[in-house]
């Protein structure tokens, strides 16, 4: 059930974010972000991402996301 991670040197760079909204009929989340100063890896994703990018999202602690009436 846990994700299998590539090697140190190939891994990506994981943050940890709330969810603002979620719509589950258009299928859309919504996420605030905060740009800091200087160089950080959430501040230069968040400052070029757009709408319709593809991100990949967790559960609690890493583990898959799964079926439940609410979260």
Known sequence: GLPVWPADDRRPVARVY???????????????????????????????????????IMGPVGRPVRQAEWY
Do not use: C
């Open 18 to 56: 709330t969810i603002r909204a979620l719509d589950m009929e258009k299928g859309i989340i919504d996420v605030d972000f905060l740009v800091h100063p200087g160089e950080s890896v959430g501040s230069a994703w968040a400052m070029q991402a757009a709408p319709g990018m593809k991100v990949g």
